[in-house]
Nanobody
């Protein structure tokens, strides 16, 4: 198993930036593909970004591509999400998630472990 704890959320004005972190403990962090998801009030949880185990491949939702950057440091057991040019529609609780089976994915139900989330609020 792996335990995940997100941090770095907060309140920011539109156009601003935030950097989210996800600290992992337990089983070897590099054994997991890692993703970021978000959930706004009244909406389903949606995919944001994924990075493969080695960090060599990343993939983004269209709504964040070019503004967000996912990265990982396997030596420090840390996943990050750099969010730039934030928009009010980015407001949500952001979750990091770990997928044990090989093959990156955008479907939340295919991820095995989740953090408790961190709130991001973007004011207009």
């Amino acid at each position: 198993q792996v335990q995940l704890v997100e941090s770095g959320g907060g309140l920011v004005q539109a156009g601003g930036s935030l950097r989210l972190s996800c600290a992992a403990s337990g089983r070897t962090f590099s054994s997991y593909d890692m993703g970021w998801f978000r959930q706004a009030p009244g909406k389903e949880r949606e995919f944001v970004a994924v990075v493969t185990r080695s960090g060599a491949f990343t993939y983004y939702a269209g709504s964040v591509k070019g503004r967000f950057t996912i990265s990982r440091d396997n030596a420090k057991n840390t996943l990050c999400l750099q969010m730039n040019s934030l928009k009010p529609e980015d407001t949500a609780v952001y979750y990091c998630a770990a997928k044990a089976n090989q093959g990156w994915d955008t479907i939340a139900s295919r991820y095995d472990y989740w953090g408790h989330g961190t709130q991001v609020t973007v004011s207009s």
